[in-house]
């Protein structure tokens, strides 16, 4: 009898797509703004060290970027996924990212989990959470809060290690943390779905703001909850 072959080994998450993209002045809802959310994609490798990739410049320094926040990944299912909602076209970088991946689940991506990609070594720290660039981004003022409603938000991540990446890619991911925490989880607490604060706390390596919010938060922001303001500042 013939031993069975063993499973072919999962196709291994990959970097389809790297962009990056600078402040530029819009007009949006009769106001006139600043964001850096139309990125372009890049044509060779980008560097990358702890405050982002090598091009890409962030206009709110408060709520952007960072170490905690040096580069955000979504991924090209999602924006299949969205494609097929919506009927329009969702093209690699649609929501701002720098990383569009293929082969990675990053809605249920684990918080601390590592990324190797080319030289560098990224780390999971949260999920994003869509603000009125989204809008502008989509030319549509109700697009972040059914970007919120969809529960599909990518990830941010830091970088560990400086190096080089590129189109084309493997991402090699780390050990999941023992933890276990995913963005999911995270994402859960954020609106209100989970009361249970404690991932927040177990999870060293999610973005600092959050213990910052989860410290502060009383019955002043479950009435802020209900008002549709609930989230870290």
């Not at 060779?44 to 702890?50: E, I, L, R, T």
């Not at 990224?122 to 529960?151: I, N």
């Not at 999610?206 to 989860?214: F, G, K, Q, S, Y």
Request: aromatic share 8%.
């Amino acid at each position: 009898m013939t031993a069975p072959h063993p499973p072919c080994p999962a196709p291994p998450g990959r970097v389809r797509t790297v962009s990056v993209g600078t402040p530029q002045t819009y007009t949006w809802l009769g106001r006139e703004l600043v964001s850096s959310i139309f990125k372009t994609p890049a044509t060779g490798p980008v560097a990358v060290d702890a405050e982002g990739l090598t091009g890409d410049e962030q206009s709110d320094r408060k709520s952007h970027g960072g170490r905690d926040k040096a580069v955000y990944a979504y991924a090209r299912e999602d924006e299949d996924w969205w494609e097929s909602e919506t009927g329009r076209p969702f093209p690699d970088g649609a929501f701002g990212e720098n990383l569009t991946t293929t082969g990675l689940d990053l809605t249920n991506a684990a918080i601390g989990q590592t990324w190797q990609v080319g030289t560098a070594v990224l780390q999971v720290t949260e999920p994003r959470t869509p603000c009125w660039k989204l809008g502008l981004k989509m030319d549509d003022p109700a697009f972040p809060r059914r970007a919120a409603a969809s529960r599909r938000p990518g990830v941010l991540l830091r970088v560990l290690q400086d190096g080089v990446l590129a189109a084309g890619d493997a991402v090699v991911l780390g050990p999941v943390p023992a933890h276990g925490i995913t963005a999911a989880a995270i994402n859960r607490i954020y609106y209100g779905e989970d009361r249970d604060l404690s991932p927040i706390w177990d999870a060293p390596e999610l973005a600092a703001h959050w213990r910052t919010w989860a410290g502060h938060r009383t019955v002043w922001h479950e009435a802020d909850a209900a008002l549709g303001r609930l989230g870290p500042g």
